[in-house]
C-alpha cells in the first residue's frame, strides 16, 4: 500500500451499550435486543421509519452505521461487513412460520431479511450509497481479511473509504464494531489498532 | 363496519410494524400507498397474507390488491363482502 491508510473512527455496541471510538455515549438496560437497539436509534435522534421494519441484524448494522457515516457521509464508501451466524436469527423465526402445515403462513417482510447481505442494502439505501458491499462469514473475526480487502477497495480506486463491520447477532447475543477506514485519521489501520480496538 | 375498520387498522399497524403510529392517525379514506401511509411492495404482500389469515381470504390475483388496499374503506368493504372466518 503506497498510501498510509487510517481508522477515521469506530463503533462498538454490546451488553447494552454503545460507544464511539472508545467513548461510551449511550447506555441501557433494555431486557431485549430489539428494545435495546430501539432506545439507541431515538437516543440519537435518528428518525427513519424503515428501522421498525428491519430484523434485528439489520438493526445492529443499521444504527452502528448512522453513527460513523452521519458526519462523514461520503457517496464513495464501499461497505464490507462479515459476521460468523450470518442471518440465522431471522432464518429460525422464518422457518418457525412455516414449519406447521395446517397453520402455514410464511411473512414476506420476515423472508426478505433471510440474507445477511440485505443489511447492507439497507445502508446503501439510507447512505445512497452505489459502491461495492460485500458479506462474509467466518468462524471469527478476520482482521487480517479485512485489512487486505478494504485497502485492496481503496488501491485500486474502488472506494475512497470502507465501512468494516463486524455485526454478529443469535437470538439475544449480539456484537458490533463497525470502522471506517479512510486517507484521513490518526490511527493507523493496522490489525494490532483493529484489534485493540475490537476487544475494548 | 366501524368496529371491522377499526380492527383493521390495529392490525395493520401491529403486522407493518408501523412503529408511533396510532390508529386514530388513519382515516379511513387515507391512501394505504404512495403519499399516505407510505406503504412498500413488501407491505402489499403482507397485507395478502392478513387478509388470508384472519380472514380467509384468498386473493388469487395480486393485481386485485390495487383496488381492495386503496384505503381502509375499501379494504373493510371487500373484507366484509368476502370473508370465510
Redesign the interface.
Known amino acids: 500500500m503506497e498510501n498510509k491508510l487510517y481508522i477515521k473512527s469506530y463503533v462498538s455496541i454490546e451488553n447494552g451499550q454503545i460507544s464511539i471510538d472508545g467513548n461510551v455515549v449511550f447506555e441501557s438496560s433494555a431486557s431485549n435486543v430489539s428494545d435495546f437497539l430501539k432506545e439507541g436509534l431515538r437516543h440519537f435522534g435518528i428518525q427513519y421509519p424503515k428501522f421498525f421494519k428491519m430484523d434485528n441484524l439489520s438493526k445492529l448494522a443499521f444504527l452502528g452505521s448512522e453513527l460513523l457515516l452521519k458526519d462523514q457521509d461520503s457517496p464513495e464508501t464501499a461497505l464490507l461487513f462479515a459476521n460468523s451466524s450470518s442471518s440465522l436469527d431471522t432464518d429460525v423465526t422464518y422457518q418457525e412460520s412455516i414449519a406447521d402445515k395446517d397453520n402455514y403462513f410464511p411473512s414476506p417482510a420476515v423472508f426478505v431479511y433471510t440474507l445477511p447481505n440485505i443489511c447492507l442494502g439497507e445502508i446503501s439505501i439510507r447512505h445512497q450509497l452505489k459502491t461495492e458491499n460485500s458479506f462474509f462469514i467466518f468462524g471469527a473475526f478476520n482482521p487480517d481479511f479485512f485489512i487486505g480487502y478494504a485497502e485492496n477497495l481503496i488501491e485500486t480506486g474502488k472506494a475512497e473509504n470502507v465501512l468494516c463491520g463486524w455485526t454478529e447477532l443469535f437470538k439475544e447475543d449480539y456484537k458490533a464494531f463497525l470502522y471506517l477506514v479512510s486517507d484521513e485519521g490518526k490511527t493507523e489501520h493496522t490489525k494490532q489498532n483493529i484489534e485493540l480496538f475490537y476487544t475494548n | 363496519m366501524e368496529a371491522l375498520k377499526q380492527e383493521l387498522k390495529e392490525k395493520i399497524i401491529a403486522v ?5 403510529v396510532q390508529p386514530s392517525d388513519i382515516s379511513n379514506t387515507d391512501a394505504l400507498f404512495g403519499d399516505g401511509l ?1 406503504l412498500d411492495s ?2 402489499a ?2 397485507l395478502i ?1 392478513l387478509l ?2 384472519d380472514y380467509g381470504i384468498k386473493l388469487t390475483d395480486p393485481k386485485e390488491g390495487k383496488n381492495i388496499f386503496q384505503s381502509i374503506d375499501t379494504m373493510a368493504a371487500y373484507v366484509e363482502a368476502n370473508r370465510t372466518k
Open positions: 407493518l410494524n408501523l412503529e408511533d407510505g413488501i407491505d404482500l403482507e397474507v388470508d389469515k
